[in-house]
């Protein structure tokens, strides 16, 4: 996913997690959120060894997951938190 995907996706989650957060009247609200994007075909090369695996494997997908909350902030307005992960970096990020 590039960083433009990415930036896009999480700004959706927060407006979907600001909507929630108004219908709710003000009250916290916590969402899940999920984004699969699937890579694209592995290529035969150098990083495979042998010719089987690389028939085997053929492609991957990464998967980004996480929970965006908000809650009023001590002003009144909204704060929006997100935890999300990345396993396919090895990323966790808290926001």
């Known amino acids: 996913m590039s960083r433009g995907t990415s930036r896009r996706i999480q700004d959706e989650w927060k407006r979907e997690a600001l909507?929630?957060?108004e219908r709710s009247g003000?009250?916290?609200v916590s969402i899940p959120v999920e984004y699969r994007a699937p890579g694209p075909p592995l290529e035969d090369?150098?990083?495979?060894?042998?010719?089987?695996?690389y028939l085997g494997v053929g492609a991957y997908q990464r998967v980004v997951s996480g929970e965006v909350s908000v809650v009023p902030g001590a002003?009144?307005?909204?704060?929006?938190?997100m935890d999300r992960s990345d396993p396919s970096r090895g990323e966790e990020e808290n926001r």
Do not use: C, L, S, V
């Open 26 to 28: 003000g009250a916290p």
């Open 75 to 81: 002003d009144g307005k909204p704060k929006i938190n």
């Open 45 to 53: 090369g150098p990083n495979f060894q042998n010719r089987d695996w």
């Open 19 to 21: 909507d929630a957060f």
